[in-house]
């Protein structure tokens, strides 16, 4: 493992339902992102939190709620997806000072049928 | 707008051979480029970073060349092998801000 750990690994639901991502961080990190990576595209940023405030929300539709309760947790409320929402979800975390590098996460795979 | 331009998209190349990835951007406020590597079904990882005080950084069959006039970096990597191919993804970051650019991603096939 990374250091970073997301839960579910594969995630299939329709797009009626509401499901949740989780990530989890015990790296001492202060910061903490959401990535969409959909085939043959750019890793889009999603949410950014900063010591829990959320910093960043890069126009993501509303369907995809962040929440971030500590430092060190991080989740993605799912409702009413879209099927071109289906991609690989990742979380990273980093430190805000220092060097500046991430340590993502697996992912979750995520299919909306 | 995408701030950080690489390429090529893909690039096969044979075993023992060098692989070169190119990056370009146009903040000249970024002072952090690191190369991230994915293995399918996996997050990026961190493979080696540089800053701009250096022109060069190399770390085993990887290596990092920087250009600052000309705002541009690359990897290289030397005697490629099968376990190199993955995406690779370049990045950088400006001092004070935390949040990395990155690259549209090059995927890497080493054939034996």
């Known amino acids: 493992e990374t250091g970073v750990t997301q839960t579910p690994r594969h995630l299939v639901m329709g797009m009626t339902n509401k499901k949740s991502l989780k990530c989890e961080q015990h790296l001492g990190h202060n910061a903490m992102y959401w990535y969409k990576q959909s085939a043959k595209k750019p890793l889009e940023l999603m949410f950014v939190?900063?010591?829990?405030?959320?910093?960043e929300n890069n126009s993501v539709p509303s369907r995809f709620s962040p929440e971030c309760p500590n430092s060190s947790h991080l989740f993605l409320h799912l409702h009413t997806l879209q099927p071109e929402d289906s991609a690989l979800y990742l979380c990273a975390s980093s430190q805000q000072e220092g060097d500046y590098g991430y340590t993502f996460g697996s992912g979750t795979r995520l299919t909306v049928v | 707008q995408q701030q950080v331009k690489q390429s090529p998209q893909s690039l096969i190349v044979q075993k023992g051979g060098i692989s070169i990835i190119n990056c370009a951007y146009e903040?000249?406020?970024?002072?952090?480029f690191p190369w991230y590597q994915q293995f399918p079904g996996k997050g990026p990882a961190l493979l080696i970073a540089?800053?701009?005080?250096?022109s060069e950084k190399k770390e085993g069959r990887f290596t990092i060349s920087f250009n600052k006039s000309a705002k541009q970096f690359s990897l290289h990597i030397m005697d490629s092998q099968p376990g190199d191919s993955a995406t690779y993804f370049c990045a950088a970051s400006m001092l004070g801000d935390y949040k990395l650019s990155f690259g549209a991603g090059t995927t890497v096939t080493v054939r034996a």
């Open positions: 939190y900063n010591f829990k405030e959320q910093t």
């Open positions: 540089i800053r701009p005080d250096v």
């Open positions: 903040n000249t406020a970024f002072d952090y």
